[in-house]
């Protein structure tokens, strides 16, 4: 009997170590990929600050970012795993949408077609989110090491009010600046006949991406709304399952 109950509490406390461990590691890891993130969106920003000053134009800016930009944008798909695995507590869903139409921004729009990388509206959208990804990621840091001071929380859970309006702004006005040239050249597409007997037209994909703005958006912005509600005036918010 007493030798159940021994094992009973070796068994409870490996495990309980297992779990401080686990978190440990969650935590060194999440330490480093936020630095890591912080450090890269700097690097753009200082990027971003000195070619301006240097040519007086926004002309060429996004060619000379370009390979930082892939780097640190794809590599945040590495935030689906987090929320997958369960080490950052956030739905999968939410910031799976978040993540992937960044990466498709970026891949399959600016990076994809020469002629709109000079736009405004690229300009826009990646001011917005490098000012917006610095203060996220530096948040998480500072908040990870116990030591997050105000303003950085005032900001992450303020700025967004506008940023991400502005954001939406930038990214959907080049999409729509990309859309004569899509058509044009037929790009990405797959028309019939052809031996797969499938069918696909970017152009028309596009406006689908566009309009899913619509009800995508809303989430992403009230599930912000909420979670400034939450960190900001210390409501409790019961989430539904996502
Ligand atoms: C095939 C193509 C498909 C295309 C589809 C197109 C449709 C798309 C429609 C929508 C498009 C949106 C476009 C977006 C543009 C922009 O980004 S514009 C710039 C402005 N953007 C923002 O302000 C971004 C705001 N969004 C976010 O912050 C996130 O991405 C989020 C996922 C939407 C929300 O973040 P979330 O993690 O839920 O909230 P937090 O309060 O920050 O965190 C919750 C808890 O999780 C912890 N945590 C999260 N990440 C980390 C981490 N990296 N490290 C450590 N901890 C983390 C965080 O601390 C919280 O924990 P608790 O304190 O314990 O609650």
Known sequence: MASTEEDGSVEEKENNNKKRT???????????????????????????????????????????????????????????????????????????????????????????????????SVILFLVVWTVTEITRYSFYTFNLLNHLPYFIKWARYNMFIIMYPLGVVGELMTIYAALPYVRKTGMLSMRLPN????????????IIVMLSYIPLFPQLYFHMLRQRRKVLLGEIIVEKDE
């Not at 987090?82 to 507590?89: L, P």
């Not at 069918?199 to 028309?204: E, G, K, L, V």
């Open 22 to 120: 686990k978190s440990a590691i969650a935590v060194a890891w999440l330490t480093f990929y936020n630095i890591a993130m912080t450090a890269g969106w700097l690097v753009l920003a200082m990027a971003m600050i000195r070619f301006y000053i240097q040519r007086g134009t926004h002309k060429g800016l996004y060619k000379s970012i370009a390979r930082t930009l892939k780097f640190f944008q794809t590599i945040a798909l590495l935030e689906v795993v987090h929320c997958a695995i369960g080490i950052v507590r956030t739905s999968v869903i939410v910031t799976g949408v978040q993540v992937c139409s960044r990466i498709f921004m970026v891949w399959f729009i600016t990076n994809s077609i020469k002629q709109i990388q000079n736009e405004e």
């Open 195 to 206: 031996k797969y007997n499938v069918s696909f037209d970017y152009y028309y994909f596009l």
